[in-house]
């Protein structure tokens, strides 16, 4: 258990639709980090939050949106679902947002079927 | 961050130590190597990383090149439960990075009884 919590962990929606992941980061981590994994395309890097703001983006479609709360918790938001974005949704969590943060940790990930 | 190239997939014996190798030759001074590895649609999980020294824990060892262009993850004695994606990153440790780790494709090891 790596302490990052994310849910749903299955989710099957249909195009055109829209839907929210959440995650919670391990107590006291201030970094969250969004992470898509298709099968085609391997772990591509979303975007991260650090303590409520943005700290990096990757390639996260402008249809996909994110934030992170004044509790940490960090949810990801995706809009006008096409059968591509059907993934597995990876949060982690680090402690820090600069400089050598250590290890990832990752939560189990969250299953977007889009039908 | 520096590229890494590794090999698509490798086998190994069960018991036998597997050997992941990972090229990085554009690497440069402030940067770490680290693994992580991935079990079947999983969460990854982090391994090992080091600078320039070689490095072991509980899980495995790191062996990193001299001129710091190469390294090999050693599993000691691989067990069915080492099948995985294992990836190879590069990143600086600076003020410019926020963190974040940036796959590549990995080496998919398949243990075998």
């Known amino acids: 258990d790596s302490g990052v919590t994310q849910t749903p962990k299955h989710l099957i929606t249909a195009t055109g639709q829209r839907v929210t992941l959440r995650c919670s980061p391990r107590?006291?981590?201030?970094?969250v980090y969004w992470y898509q994994q298709s099968l085609d395309q391997g772990l591509q890097f979303l975007i991260q939050?650090?303590?409520?703001?943005?700290?990096a983006k990757g390639n996260i479609l402008e249809r996909f949106s994110a934030q992170q709360f004044p509790d940490l918790h960090s949810e990801l938001n995706l809009s006008s679902l096409e059968l591509g974005d059907s993934a597995l949704y990876f949060c982690?969590?680090?402690?820090?947002?600069?400089?050598?943060?250590?290890?990832?940790?990752f939560g189990e990930g969250s299953r977007l079927t889009v039908l | 961050d520096a590229k890494t190239t590794q090999p698509p997939s490798m086998d190994c014996a069960e018991g036998r130590a597997a050997n992941l190798p990972c090229n990085h030759s554009?690497?440069?001074?402030?940067?770490?190597v680290y693994w992580y590895r991935q079990i079947h649609s999983q969460g990854p999980q982090y391994i090992i990383h080091?600078?320039?020294n070689n490095e072991t824990n509980e899980m495995a060892s790191l062996i990193i090149t001299e001129d710091r262009k190469s390294s090999t993850l050693i599993l000691p004695h691989a067990t069915l439960r080492d099948t995985a994606v294992y990836y190879c990153?590069?990143?600086?440790?600076?003020?410019?990075?926020?963190?974040?780790?940036?796959f590549g494709q990995g080496t998919t090891l398949q243990v075998k009884p």
């Open positions: 990153i590069v990143r600086d440790y600076g003020s410019s990075n926020t963190g974040k780790l940036i």
């Open positions: 554009t690497i440069s001074g402030n940067e770490y």
């Open positions: 107590s006291g981590d201030l970094s």
């Open positions: 080091g600078l320039k």
């Open positions: 939050y650090y303590n409520g703001e943005e700290r």
């Open positions: 982690a969590s680090s402690p820090a947002g600069t400089g050598l943060t250590g290890e990832l940790f």
